[in-house]
């Protein structure tokens, strides 16, 4: 029995599905949040819609391809340049939830961190022990990459949503607070951790212009991410977790926004020599995501740290970035869209 190419072609696209296509979520959610910050309903509600729409498909093509290619499933579990690409279900699912919870859906909100908080429990252990502890090559710092900060986002995200629900549920309070708090905190020593492993991975081996894809501007939106998660801890309610902490986080949040903004300039002179001087074909790929998000995130770090420490100029910065951030994932949706059409509709 033959099969069309169109179906073979949707095959392999199931069977080759990224773990790391939530980071479309995370892009379309976060640049969603920030137009609403700034009060651009429209489009943030037109982004909200196509953050959903992509939260549903993605979930329906990874449950396919559990029940049809199970084994393709397992590999990237045990591959340690993709296998951290799973967080991104963590973090595209939290910032769902924050961004439902900008509307005033807290139940929404709580569902999904619930969702997250578990996965994210069960990743944190079973990623690194898979694709990392597990591996029978080594040394398994070669194969460190951008990936690897994806699990720092993760834990972030939980903290963010576990923090913009603590001033809404007052009976959870200080169960909230704690989950924020430790998230924050373990996602502070796992970037200190990766970006120690990623560090010796560059400077250990040579340098191929390819290995320096986009992921890599992960290690600026997870600092952005941490920005935001001490942001809203610092504007929690009063409890003895969060008036013991305030003010540590509240200045390790300017500190951290001062690192990813120092971290821009590195990303895109890299990105120059990486396209411009290697010529390396800058095409489509799913990994334009996690360059995407960190965009975002960047932007809503500025606005939400502008606004809880007082703080003009970093506020103007954010929102003046938010629109770098929507140009890129205008380019690079409308650069999805033709490769899904082109992958789809196969050679004629």
């Known amino acids: 029995m033959t ?15 990224t773990p790391g296509y939530y980071a479309f979520v995370m892009a379309s959610g976060i640049v969603s949040l920030g137009f609403d910050l700034l009060g651009f309903r429209t489009l943030s509600v037109a982004l909200f819609a196509i953050c959903v729409v992509g939260y549903v498909v993605l979930c329906a093509l990874n449950a396919a391809r559990f029940t049809s290619h199970r084994r393709a499933m397992a590999d990237d579990f045990r591959d340690p340049k993709r296998a951290f690409g799973f967080f991104t279900f963590v973090a595209g699912t939290n910032v769902l939830g924050v961004r439902a919870g900008a509307e005033g859906w807290y139940a929404v909100t709580a569902t999904l961190l619930v969702v997250a908080g578990l996965a994210w429990l069960v990743l944190g252990y079973v990623i690194p022990w898979s694709a990392v502890l597990g591996q029978e090559e080594r040394p398994v710092v070669a194969f460190a990459n951008g990936t690897w900060f994806i699990w720092v986002v993760a834990s972030q995200s939980v903290a963010v949503s576990a923090a913009t629900l603590a001033n809404v549920y007052p009976r959870g309070l200080h169960a909230l607070v704690i989950l924020a708090i430790l998230c924050w905190s373990v996602g502070v020593f ?12 560059l400077m250990l081996y040579p340098l191929d212009p390819r290995d320096f894809d986009p992921p890599y501007w992960v ?14 801890i610092v504007e929690m309610d009063s409890a003895p977790m969060v008036d013991a902490t305030r003010g540590l986080i509240a200045g390790l949040s300017v500190v951290f926004w001062a690192f990813a903004t120092w971290l821009i300039p590195v990303l895109v002179a890299v990105g120059v020599w990486r396209h411009v001087l290697r010529k390396v074909p800058l095409r489509y790929e799913p990994t334009l995501w996690s360059m995407v998000f960190p965009l975002g995130m960047y932007a809503v770090a500025g606005i939400y740290l502008g606004r809880a420490d007082e703080l003009p100029i970093v506020d103007w910065i954010g929102s003046a970035w938010l629109w770098v951030a929507a140009a890129a994932w205008a380019a690079v949706f409308v650069a999805m869209l033709r490769e899904v059409v082109r992958t789809v509709s196969g050679p004629r």
């Open 3 to 17: 099969t069309s190419p169109q179906v073979r072609a949707r095959a392999g696209l199931l069977a080759g599905l």
């Open 190 to 201: 796992l970037y200190a951790a990766s970006g120690i492993i990623v560090a010796l991975r």
């Open 219 to 232: 290690a600026m939106g997870a600092v952005a991410i941490t920005v935001v998660a001490g942001a809203r």
